[in-house]
């Protein structure tokens, strides 16, 4: 009887120590399992950014003004659809006829209201996320210059070429339309006759 008595203590110390252990390592593997998962830096690369940014520059010069969208340069055949998302992605993802746009918007971001003679600093093209482990955003500015800039710079560069814009569409919403001066058709005079002149 003492022999048991003894054996079912070990067994409950035992347990009890394996129990201590174990609880530590299923926390952990609970934690790893139920972690929110990173949300996925999806950024075309500096080569992508480019394509983009030559095709813009070639659609200028053939039509002396840049595309209304990075769709159109699509439907020239200056760019494929994969060059407007990250190369990260599963699947690119699927275009809409009905609405001609994507399901999703592309991993670029294009301001298409800049114009050639806009101050060179202001942004064109950027990318949403850091294409690299980093935090450097690529940026292709109005003159076709490609730089990497930290996301604080970035915003600040994106907020002028927001007020660029708004100033502009502010200038032609608010310039007064020009009246056309009113004609006026002189008056026929008719000759009057006299009883005199008859005579």
């Given at each position: 009887?003492?022999?048991?008595?003894?054996?079912?203590?070990?067994?409950?110390?035992?347990?009890?120590?394996?129990?201590?252990?174990?609880?530590?390592?299923?926390?952990?593997?609970?934690?790893?399992?139920?972690?929110?998962?990173?949300?996925?830096?999806?950024?075309?690369?500096?080569?992508?950014?480019?394509?983009?940014?030559?095709?813009?520059?070639?659609?200028?010069?053939?039509?002396?003004?840049?595309?209304d969208?990075?769709?159109?340069?699509?439907?020239?055949?200056l760019i494929?659809?994969?060059?407007?998302?990250?190369?990260?992605?599963?699947?690119?993802?699927?275009?809409?006829?009905?609405?001609?746009?994507?399901?999703?918007?592309?991993?670029?971001?294009?301001?298409?209201?800049l114009r050639?003679e806009?101050?060179?600093?202001?942004?064109?093209?950027?990318?949403?996320?850091?294409?690299?482990?980093?935090?450097?955003?690529?940026?292709?500015?109005?003159?076709?210059?490609?730089?990497?800039l930290?996301?604080?710079?970035?915003r600040?560069?994106i907020?002028?070429?927001?007020?660029?814009?708004?100033?502009?569409?502010?200038?032609?919403?608010?310039?007064?339309?020009?009246?056309?001066?009113?004609?006026?058709?002189?008056?026929t005079?008719?000759?009057?006759?006299?009883?005199?002149?008859?005579r």
């Open positions: 009887m003492r022999e048991f008595t003894k054996s079912f203590i070990w067994a409950v110390l035992l347990g009890f120590v394996i129990t201590l252990v174990c609880i530590p390592i299923i926390k952990s593997c609970y934690e790893y399992i139920t972690r929110p998962k990173p949300f996925p830096r999806y950024a075309v690369s500096y080569a992508q950014i480019k394509k983009i940014a030559d095709a813009i520059a070639k659609y200028e010069q053939s039509d002396n003004r840049r595309p969208s990075l769709m159109t340069l699509v439907t020239r055949g494929s659809p994969d060059d407007l998302f990250s190369q990260r992605r599963r699947r690119r993802p699927a275009f809409d006829i009905t609405t001609g746009r994507f399901e999703t918007n592309p991993d670029v971001l294009y301001f298409p209201g050639k806009d101050p060179a600093r202001l942004v064109l093209l950027c990318t949403i996320m850091p294409p690299g482990e980093g935090n450097s955003l690529l940026v292709v500015y109005n003159d076709y210059h490609i730089e990497e930290p996301p604080k710079k970035l600040q560069a907020q002028q070429t927001y007020y660029q814009l708004t100033k502009r569409l502010r200038t032609i919403t608010t310039k007064p339309a020009t009246a056309k001066p009113a004609t006026t058709k002189p008056a005079t008719a000759s009057i006759t006299t009883g005199a002149q008859k």
